[in-house]
């Protein structure tokens, strides 16, 4: 897999995704969300992928926004178009992935770069790590589903608090809104996230993709999360994934479950 504005390998199960533009902050240009979108369509795709790490090269920032002078002159029709079509190709299909997901956050999440976060399933953050969406310095507001998503994770005061100032919050305030899961010190950030999806890889596939899909219905209107939960639930009654925990749990043996 070969891209000029991202890296990404597999290892034990596991789809490393590194944004690779640390001259630029690792800013996110078209270039780098249309490689976004076709990596995230080979994790959902691949059996081989049984989890996704996305973090930035080096250490000074995870993605530090969107570059701006890619849309410096649009129109109102252009600027909802780059909107809808960012939210559709990669924002929406990282959140809808049936793959978790885990953002290290390895420095600066601004904008752009906090809402690929937000969309990810799962936020580890170094200790130096800084969060914020500042579009309003810039006289917009954030476009990518920040305002949704940072509101379903963080509450409507502490969200209007952050988009309305466009102040930036440290890791440790983060963690204590819920906005990340934990906060460990730098050199340990993969390994965290390492450590989360070698727990979730040792897991039934289909169970974890069924689990995804009711826990992101729960925040939908459009739909009765109670019932996808219920039918998620009914499905895994015909997988082989099912008859094998059930005879590893009555063997007293671990399961290998084949995703099937």
Do not use: W
Request: net charge negative.
């Amino acid at each position: 897999m070969e891209y000029a504005h991202i890296l990404s390998r597999i290892q034990d199960q596991i789809l490393y995704v590194t944004i690779n533009r640390e001259h630029k902050l690792n800013a996110l240009n078209k270039e780098t969300l249309a490689e976004l979108a076709d990596v995230i369509v080979l994790a959902s795709k691949s059996d081989q992928i049984r989890g996704v790490l996305l973090t930035g090269a080096g250490d000074k920032a995870f993605v530090a926004g969107a570059d701006i002078s890619e849309f410096s002159d649009y129109d109102s029709v252009e600027g909802e178009a780059l909107a809808r079509n960012g939210q559709k190709m990669v924002f929406d299909a990282i959140e809808n992935c049936s793959k978790p997901v885990i953002a290290a956050i390895n420095g600066f999440a601004l904008g752009g770069g906090l809402e690929l976060a937000l969309a990810c399933h799962i936020r580890i953050a170094s200790e130096h790590a800084k969060m914020g969406l500042p579009e309003v310095t810039l006289g917009l507001i954030p476009g990518y589903g920040g305002t949704q998503r940072l509101t379903k994770i963080v509450g409507k005061g502490k969200a209007i608090e952050m988009i309305t100032t466009g102040d930036m919050i440290t890791a440790f305030q983060a963690e204590k809104i819920g906005l990340v899961n934990y906060v460990v010190a730098a050199a340990e950030l993969i390994q965290k996230a390492e450590e989360i999806l070698d727990k979730i890889r040792q897991r039934a596939p289909l169970a974890i993709a069924g689990a995804i899909k009711a826990v992101n219905s729960s925040l939908s209107s459009d739909v009765n999360g109670f019932e996808v939960e219920i039918e998620e639930f009914g499905k895994c009654f015909s997988t082989s994934d099912f008859k094998e925990g059930v005879a590893a749990f009555l063997e007293k043996r671990k399961p290998s479950f084949s995703g099937k």
